[in-house]
Nanobody, 118 residues
Framework: QVQLVESGGGLVQPGGSLRLSCAAS????????MSWYRQAPGKQRELVAA???????NYLDSVKGRFTISRDNAKTTVYLQMNSLKPKDTAVYYC????????????WGQGTQVTVSS
């Protein structure tokens, strides 16, 4: 069964840290580019961080220097380490997997809530 399962969300105070995980059951994980998106209430979903199958990373400007995306192909898991969290980081965070091997294929996780509040 194809699935992406996020975990690690929760409530944290401003300045705190969280580590999100996305465990993937999507076939050959190493062929996929992996990303984290977020969607705050009343706003569009936005790309937060991405890591290609080759390990190249890209970040939303507002999280550069605070968030780090990484992947463990052996564990078929992608991570998002979030430090120095701010209230504006509050959102539902979604994991995304995409590959063009064998045709364009995209999968989404169910999302995990991150709330930054004192």
């Amino acid at each position: 069964q194809v699935q992406l399962v996020e975990s690690g969300g929760g409530l944290v105070q401003p300045g705190g840290s969280l580590r999100l995980s996305c465990a993937a059951s999507i076939g050959i994980f190493r062929f996929y580019d992996m990303s984290w998106y977020r969607q705050a209430p009343g706003k569009q979903r936005e790309l937060v961080a991405a890591i290609t199958s080759g390990g190249i990373t890209n970040y939303l400007d507002s999280v550069k220097g605070r968030f780090t995306i990484s992947r463990d192909n052996a564990k078929t898991t992608v991570y998002l380490q979030m430090n120095s969290l701010k209230p504006k980081d509050t959102a539902v965070y979604y994991c995304n997997a995409m590959t063009r091997v064998g045709g364009l294929t995209t999968y989404w996780g169910q999302g995990t809530q991150v709330t930054v509040s004192s």
